[in-house]
């Protein structure tokens, strides 16, 4: 059984940064590999960003590659999102999620354990 809880969302300029953390709870939470996704207002939920167990593997949707960075801090087990150069097609709510594979992925269906999500909105 794993907790996620998201932290760390706002209002930003576009040109902005903002950097999401997620603190995770449970029966060995740093043998999960972890992912951010996003819900842009009425749209579908997306992928934005993946990494595995150790951190060696990174994977990032093409509309944020330069742009944000995924790391975690398994002494801390939290995972962060760092987002800079914001627009305002990245508001959205991003949502931190779990799985017990060590494997990449990029569907919301491969992963077990979701946060509540935390609101992000860029301004122009």
């Known amino acids: 059984q794993v907790q996620l809880v998201e932290s760390g969302g706002g209002l930003v300029q576009a040109g902005g940064s903002l950097r999401l953390s997620c603190a995770a709870s449970?029966?060995?939470?740093?043998?999960?590999?972890r992912a951010w996704f996003r819900r842009p207002p009425g749209k579908e939920r997306e992928f934005v960003a993946y990494i595995s167990q150790s951190g060696a593997t990174t994977a990032y949707a093409d509309s944020v590659k330069g742009r944000f960075t995924i790391a975690r801090d398994n002494a801390a087990n939290t995972v962060s999102l760092q987002m800079n150069s914001l627009k305002p097609e990245d508001t959205a709510i991003y949502y931190c999620?779990?799985?017990?594979?060590?494997?990449?992925?990029?569907?919301?269906?491969?992963?077990?354990?979701w946060g509540q999500g935390t609101q992000v909105t860029v301004s122009s």
């Open positions: 999620a779990a799985r017990g594979l060590d494997y990449y992925a990029s569907t919301s269906s491969a992963y077990d354990y």
């Open positions: 449970g029966r060995a939470v740093n043998l999960y590999s």
